[in-house]
């Protein structure tokens, strides 16, 4: 009983999680007049390509994702490549300033993103980053990094030090021992930090509102948003067919990289 218990609570928590995939797939297959029906139904009685076709005609969607690609692949690898050492020492070195430095991790969250945003655009002007993908890129490195380098920490500190100490016994210096004995532990928490950034990245909306003003610029959340007429009414059809497919991007980044995350568990303790 307790078994079947877990698989109807994992059976049920799937089906909550496929709905928004199973209602835009539905919805984007859907005439304009089978959606305005009163009675909505989960299966297409007439079902038809022409919100796809629309939607790749109307907007540029490749274009914006291969832009959105280019951002989240930039502005994850940089937030772990920051975070990783930042959160070893982090971990591993205690003090008044490591104290500093996870109180303010801990403070800069609670600061609402509304806040940053015109300070943020000064910078960025100043810097000329305004309008480009560089500086969308950095803003949301600027954004990612104090939850990564959190998450990271977590993860080194899970890491025994004894390790660490065997392998110096073992003749093995500080940077030997980091990188044969704690990387390879630290692998699954790499793959949870680059995912995360990644999806956070490829989802953001606010920031590039503010900072991408030219349409030859602008990423695949603000090209969604061109669906919505000018009276607020959005086509629910190719906005559907639009959305359907931005989400195909994460999904095959998570599904090339989700075997790591239960990969490296205990490989560094073999290492010499």
Same mark, same amino acid.
């Given at each position: 009983?307790? *078994?079947?218990?877990? &698989?109807?609570?994992?059976?049920? &928590? ?52 291969? *832009?959105? $690609?280019? /951002? ?5 690898? +940089? ?8 959160? &070893? %020492?982090?971990?591993? &070195? ?10 303010? /991790? ?57 390790l660490e ?6 003749? %093995?210096? *500080? ?25 956070s990245s ?19 959340? $603000?090209?969604?948003? *061109? ?8 086509? $629910?059809?190719?906005? %559907? %067919? ?13 599904? +090339? +990289? ?11 303790? /073999?290492?010499?």
């Amino acid at each position: 009983m307790r *078994r079947a218990s877990q &698989y109807a609570a994992l059976a049920a &928590y799937i089906v909550f999680l496929a709905f928004p995939l199973v209602w835009l797939l539905s919805t984007a297959l859907k005439t304009p007049q089978e959606m305005a029906l009163a009675d909505p139904t989960w299966i297409p009685r007439e079902p038809t390509l022409a919100n796809f076709t629309d939607a790749f005609g109307e907007q540029d969607l490749v274009g914006a994702a291969v *832009r959105s $690609l280019g /951002v989240a692949l930039a502005s994850s690898v +940089i937030t772990v490549l920051i975070s990783l050492p930042a959160a &070893y %020492a982090m971990a591993r &070195y205690r003090g008044l300033v490591n104290k500093v430095a996870i109180g303010w /991790v801990l403070v800069s969250q609670v600061f609402p993103f509304i806040l940053i945003i015109i300070p943020l655009f000064m910078i960025l002007r100043d810097l000329e980053l305004v309008n480009t993908l560089p500086g969308l890129a950095v803003v949301h490195v600027t954004f990612t990094l104090p939850f990564a380098l959190w998450m990271l920490q977590g993860y080194v500190r899970a890491v025994p030090v004894e390790l660490e100490e065997a392998a110096a016994v073992d003749g %093995a210096t *500080r940077l030997r021992s980091i990188v044969k004995v704690v990387a390879p532990l630290l692998a699954p928490g790499v793959v949870a930090t680059l995912l995360f950034a990644f999806i956070s990245s490829w989802n953001e909306f606010m920031f590039a509102l503010v900072i991408l003003q030219n349409p030859d610029v602008m990423t695949l959340p $603000l090209t969604l948003v *061109r669906f919505t007429g000018p009276e607020g009414v959005a086509r $629910l059809g190719p906005l %559907a %067919a639009a959305s359907l497919m931005a989400t195909i991007p994460s999904l095959i980044f998570f599904a +090339i +990289i989700q075997r790591r995350l239960k990969s490296g568990l205990m490989a560094g303790a /073999v290492k010499g």
